[in-house]
């Protein structure tokens, strides 16, 4: 391995793998090859084209830190604008040349003799690298509601990712939204105002954003282009990021403020019922925060539209019937019920040193160091894995940290021609650290997605410079290497 170019295969071109392969194809020294099961990059940005769906950071956090886009139109760019961005930066760069569409990596299975990879895809075909990035994202797999009777419906059926845009809103249909959470917010404000008849299912209600979203002018977009203006701007985005998200972290004056700021959203809502149907029983943050750009608690009190709390015992072929017997009939049935967030790169069989497969490791929760590695798992990567920052973070500045890291190691591996991994007690270390800094946070105290079976949240419940701060370092003290015995 060390006077070779490295091999590298990473699994996903949505923007994780796409900042990776921007990254390698900026080394002489490495070979890499992309592999997308689908047929077009963008992952979340490709699969998600539900109507209401915006960024929920600023535009401007949410782009390529190596590729600056002066021309977002919103504050808060709509979906089809950021796949658009991602395409156009694929191309430009020329990424797609280095992408296997179509192609999906079922099984990965790592040979200690030769230290590496040994990749199937699931044609058949195989391939070996020395390193294995997974870039499979983390909101990708759509959930289903265990509710009896989901096949039996006969109207048109599927899930907020998988949108069917044949159906019309012309107002003749009546469509039911299973879910709350910021997919299930965003889609029945975008339908009620296209004056859709809708019945938005709410088990638990959520604290929303009501926030505006205003049009970029022209001055804004050419003052990005004046010397030194970009770069100032994204410093003082920095800094309100650091600043502006301290209450997450701990309780105090902060967090009550933003909790009433919260709360006087709902002060729309002329209907007590409704209110309270809407209201939150457990504090601001505890869940992922729904953005509501066209006031979702004003678009629910049009005539079209119904909040239900009531809970769905099975779904009938007419439409969704209530505990009661009550029947409530429906044309479309939109599932917002969220993803499968704690199957990461699964259902690809990933096997490590001594046989032993990912399943067996996250057998009791998911885990890893740093959101990148996982022990007894030497040159395998992952970009946002269990850990990562996800709720104070954009994704690509917590991209930007763990990918420089990662090159770190691969470098470090190839210096010595071995394999890395976290060790165990690094990675025990670790947790231990990520579990004292949750008390006190936001996202105790409730059932969210960011938790493992134990409650203990898998996100980084510290200081966004402590992120940076992390992968600054490399700590050769936590690495495992393992000799190459066939370099
Ligand atoms: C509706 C929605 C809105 C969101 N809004 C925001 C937001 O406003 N701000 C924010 O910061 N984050 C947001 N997120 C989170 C978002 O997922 C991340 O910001 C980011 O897009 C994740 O990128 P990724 O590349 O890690 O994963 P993904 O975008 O999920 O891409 C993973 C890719 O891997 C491919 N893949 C998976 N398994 C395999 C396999 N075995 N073989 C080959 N290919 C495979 C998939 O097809 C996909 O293209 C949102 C998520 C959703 C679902």
């Known amino acids: 391995m060390t006077d070779r170019p490295l091999r590298v295969a990473i699994v996903g071109a949505g923007m994780s793998g796409l900042y990776m392969a921007e990254m390698l194809q900026r080394r002489p020294d490495v070979a890499f090859t992309v592999y997308e099961k689908a047929g077009e990059i963008g992952g979340t940005w490709r699969d998600n084209t539900y109507p209401g769906l915006f960024v929920d950071v600023l ?50 299975r790592f040979d200690a003799a030769a230290g590496q990879w040994q990749l199937k895809t699931a044609a058949g075909e195989t391939d070996t690298v020395d390193f294995f990035v997974v ?20 109207g048109k059926a599927f899930h907020s990712a998988r949108w069917d845009h044949s159906i019309p809103y012309d107002g003749k249909l009546r469509w039911g939204v299973i879910g709350a959470g910021c997919s299930g917010i965003q889609i029945t404000e975008a339908l009620a105002w296209k004056d859709v008849q809708v019945t938005q299912f709410v088990r638990r209600p959520q604290w ?56 006087s959203y709902l002060d729309v809502i002329r209907d007590p019922e409704l209110k309270k149907k809407l209201t939150p029983s457990y504090h601001l943050g505890c869940t992922r925060i729904p953005k509501s750009d066209q006031n979702y608690y004003e678009a629910v009190q049009r005539p079209n539209v119904t909040i239900e709390t009531r809970k769905i015992a099975r779904i009938v072929p007419e439409g969704v ?31 490590g040193l001594n046989g032993v497969s990912i399943d067996e490791v996250w057998r009791d929760g998911v885990f890893s160091y740093g959101g990148v590695g996982v022990p007894g798992f030497p040159n395998l990567f992952l970009l946002y ?7 104070n973070v954009p994704v690509p500045i917590g991209l930007e940290h763990e990918i420089g890291y990662i090159l770190r190691l691969m470098d470090e591996a190839k210096r010595r021609g071995a394999a890395v991994a976290p060790s165990e007690a690094a990675t025990e270390r670790f947790r231990a650290r990520m579990r004292d800094a949750f008390p006190g946070t936001v996202w105790v105290g409730c059932k969210n997605w960011y938790s493992d079976r134990d409650g203990t949240p898998i996100l980084w419940p510290l200081p966004q410079d402590q992120h940076a701060d992390f992968f600054a370092a490399t700590r050769f003290e936590d690495l495992d290497f393992l000799p190459i015995s066939s370099p």
């Open 321 to 351: 019937e209530f505990e009661d017997g009550a029947r409530l009939p429906l044309d479309v049935l939109v599932y917002a019920t969220g993803f499968d967030t704690h199957a990461y790169m699964r259902p690809m069989r990933v096997t």
């Open 59 to 108: 535009s401007r956090q949410y782009e390529f830190l190596f590729q600056p886009n002066y021309d977002w139109s919103r504050k808060y760019a709509p979906q089809a604008e950021i796949f658009a961005y991602m395409k156009k930066v694929a191309r430009e760069r020329g990424w797609l040349k280095h992408i296997r569409f179509n192609t999906e990596i079922v099984a990965a």
């Open 208 to 263: 929303i954003h009501i926030r505006e979203n205003p049009g970029a002018t022209w001055w804004e977009r050419m003052k990005l282009r004046l010397p030194g203006q970009y770069e100032k701007k994204q410093r003082e985005l920095w800094d309100f990021i650091i600043e502006g998200d301290a209450w997450r972290l701990k309780p105090g004056p902060q967090r009550e403020a933003m909790e009433r700021e919260f709360r």
């Open 135 to 154: 870039a499979t994202g983390f909101l990708a797999k759509p959930l289903y509601p265990e509710i009896e009777g989901r096949e039996s419906f006969a």
């Open 385 to 391: 894995g269990p850990f990562a920052p996800l709720n």
